[in-house]
């Protein structure tokens, strides 16, 4: 049976046992996003996990997204903003958030791992809520960089499943209004410097589409104009970020399909990217669904790509 906690913040809850958060913020300055007025949910943290050493938190009722920090000893100035997947129905705060920062602290990188809303839980941006959270979270790393010892141009984002449809959708409408301005931070830009895509939810299509991330985000029948706007693949531009991709062949959630027609957009664009396809791994893994498998070297062919992208 899981433990449930409940809280009005993530503060003194998001401490794993394994690695220890030097601090965590809200992505909105009022806490609550001011979209949030009217949703009537309440925050909800469970740890899923009977094992202390793994845990396994997911959290739903979100209202007020929070970045907690995980910086490394050596910071190499390069910064990482998180975004675990849930289905668009919560977010997962270790397999694909905590459990990353030794890997990549270890190289130098500081992450920031994000909580967002869900498109389903009656915030005034609808499926747009969290689009909304990622453009106001890269803002605020921007804006807060050089107290962060991160070079204001060299921060990327880095989604998985869910999480990665909110990263790809930020990478291909980072301009797009979503919000009302609310101060100086959203002035500047939230386009991420390069982009990390972890079996990541993609497109509309329904022939390959996650079905519970489509219907949360458009419904059981949506337009054909509602498939286009919420489909990355199909909002590609020449100024898309450089983009990594990483899927295992036999994901039997999230079809490879997905990561296949997100590179042949960013190709077909003359988009700086990489994509590595596991035979094994299934859907989720992050670092530790993989330790035995090839696909547990995808943090260090990450962290090679992004060290060898243009400066």
Do not use: C
């Not at 925050?43 to 996990?49: A, C, H, I, P, Q």
Request: net charge neutral.
């Amino acid at each position: 049976m899981s433990r449930t906690l409940t809280s009005l913040a993530l503060a003194g809850l998001l401490i794993t046992p394994a690695v220890f958060a030097d601090t965590s913020f809200p992505v909105w300055p009022t806490g609550d996003a001011p979209g949030a007025k009217n949703s009537p949910v309440t925050f909800n943290l469970t740890e899923r996990s009977k094992n202390p050493a793994l845990p396994d938190r997911a959290v739903t009722g979100i209202r007020a997204p929070q970045i907690t920090v995980y910086a490394s000893q050596k910071p190499n100035g390069t910064a990482l903003l998180v975004m675990p997947g849930g289905s668009y129905k919560r977010v997962v705060l270790d397999k694909e958030g905590s459990d990353l920062a030794k890997p990549f602290n270890a190289r130098g990188y500081t992450l920031y791992v994000m909580t967002y809303r869900m498109p389903e839980d009656g915030h005034a941006e609808k499926s747009n809520a969290p689009l909304a959270d990622a453009q106001r979270a890269l803002r605020t790393l921007r804006a807060q960089a050089a107290a962060g010892q991160i070079e204001a141009k060299r921060i990327g984002v880095m989604g998985f499943s869910a999480g990665g449809h909110v990263a790809a959708s930020l990478e291909t409408r980072y301009d797009e209004t979503v919000y009302p301005a609310t101060d100086s931070i959203d002035k500047l830009s939230a386009r991420p410097d390069f982009v990390v895509l972890g079996y990541p939810v993609i497109s509309m299509d329904a022939a390959i589409a996650h079905p519970g991330s489509r219907e949360a985000l458009i419904g059981k029948t949506p337009t054909a104009e509602q498939i286009k706007h919420y489909s990355p693949e199909l909002n590609v531009t020449a100024q898309t970020p450089p983009t990594f991709l990483l899927h295992a062949v036999d994901d039997p959630s999230v079809p490879v399909a997905n990561s296949l027609v997100m590179f042949n957009a960013l190709h077909a664009h003359n988009v700086l990217t990489e994509m590595h396809l596991f035979s094994q791994g299934q859907h989720g893994f992050g670092v530790r669904g993989v330790t035995h498998l090839p696909a547990a070297v995808w943090p260090e062919l990450v962290m090679n790509w992004i060290e060898a992208l243009p400066k």
